[in-house]
């Protein structure tokens, strides 16, 4: 057997997320599908992590075992034959050592948010882009940002269940912002994410910028560790999966 790993992208807009759910068309849905159309098997895929309804990704990773007589492109080209009815690209396959996963091997990842506030945002945008009506201090953001960069216990910026047992201790080693015209471009890196903790740290960096919440407000809601005492989970629309580093 071979051990595959596949760098995928897709437009998020029209899926229920990455995971397979029965009776919701999903982004590793439609990929599994495709691959049962390739090799004739119901496989299983590993993932580097699960993107929510409507967030896009540049470079998702999966990898997965198939017979030995299929090359990486077979796979590539047989997989974007069977998808081409999908907004979902198969932009490279390549051969790892058995022991890889796409999960557990990864060593990071890397996530951008553009965020628009032009009060007449294009509408071909609104899959794509954040939108706020708010003028924004960019650098007040960029002050804010400094405080959640580093190793923190990040309960009040996700929306995992309390009763989850999760480990809610991230190492944020980057948060990058930007300003183009009307969009905000917000670039984080990270060894791991919590659910929804990039769109809970955006939403709650836009209330600083807006004027709303001061620094002090962002300390107090790194110290209090509940979901109520960050700002609110901003729209999926301008969620990009970047990069996973291996």
């Known amino acids: ?14 899926y229920f ?5 029965d009776g919701y068309r999903t982004v590793e849905g439609q990929i ?15 993932t580097a992590g699960r993107t929510d309804k409507g967030v896009h990704a540049y ?28 907004e979902i690209v198969i932009q490279k396959v390549e051969e790892v050592p058995p022991d890889f996963h796409a999960r557990f091997s990864a060593k990071g990842k890397y996530y951008r948010y553009i965020l628009n506030n032009n009060r007449l945002m294009h509408p071909m945008f609104r899959r794509y882009k954040g939108n706020t009506i708010y003028e924004l201090d960019v650098e007040r953001m960029k002050e804010g940002a400094e405080i959640l960069v580093g190793h923190h216990d990040f309960q009040s910026f996700t929306n995992s269940k309390p009763d989850e047992p999760i480990n809610t201790k991230r190492t944020l080693d980057s948060i990058k912002i930007s300003q183009k015209g009307h969009d905000f471009i917000f670039d984080f890196e990270s060894e791991s994410f919590l659910r929804n903790m990039v769109r809970i740290i955006v939403g709650s960096l836009v209330e600083v910028g807006r004027g709303k919440k001061d620094l002090d407000w962002l300390k107090e809601a790194l110290i209090r560790t509940n979901r109520k005492a960050a700002g609110p989970t901003i729209s999926p629309a301008g969620l990009y999966l970047m990069k996973v580093y291996y």
């Open 32 to 46: 599994l599908k495709a691959i049962k159309s390739v090799t004739k098997e119901d496989v299983k895929l590993a």
């Open 59 to 86: 470079g998702q990773v999966f990898n997965f075992e198939v017979l030995d007589k299929y090359s990486t492109d077979n796979i590539r080209r047989g997989i974007n034959s069977h998808l081409v009815d999908d």
């Open 17 to 21: 997320g990455w995971q397979k759910q």
């Open 1 to 14: 057997m071979k051990n595959m790993k596949v760098t995928v992208a897709y437009d998020g807009s029209n």
